[in-house]
Nanobody, 122 residues
């Protein structure tokens, strides 16, 4: 079993930055891929960024390329999402995910965090 806990969300002005963290505990040896998803009010959950744990290879949604960076600290079993140049449309609950398989689809991940709220005001 794996537990994921997100932190770092909050309220920021447009153009500001936040760093989200996702700390994993439990049977972390079962994690081969990690990712970040978000869900805005009235919208379906969407893929934001993914990372392959062994080498840090990354994938991003087009909407966040050039603004967001996903990275991991293997020693801490923690994945991060650095968000720069935030826009009001980035407002959502952000979820971290982990599992043996990766990709852009939420069904590929076995474990999910509880989510952290990110609100960007104009």
């Amino acid at each position: 079993q794996v537990q994921l806990v997100e932190s770092g969300g909050g309220l920021v002005q447009a153009g500001g930055s936040l760093r989200l963290a996702c700390a994993a505990s439990g049977r972390t040896f079962s994690i081969y891929n990690g990712g970040w998803f978000r869900q805005a009010p009235g919208k379906e959950r969407e893929f934001v960024a993914g990372i392959r744990w062994i080498d840090g290879a990354t994938t991003y949604a087009d909407s966040v390329k050039g603004r967001f960076t996903i990275f991991r600290d293997s020693a801490k079993n923690t994945a991060y999402l650095r968000m720069n140049s935030l826009k009001p449309e980035d407002t959502a609950v952000y979820y971290c995910a982990a599992g043996r398989d990766g990709g852009t689809g939420g069904n590929s991940y076995n474990y999910w965090g509880q989510g952290t709220q990110v609100t960007v005001s104009s």
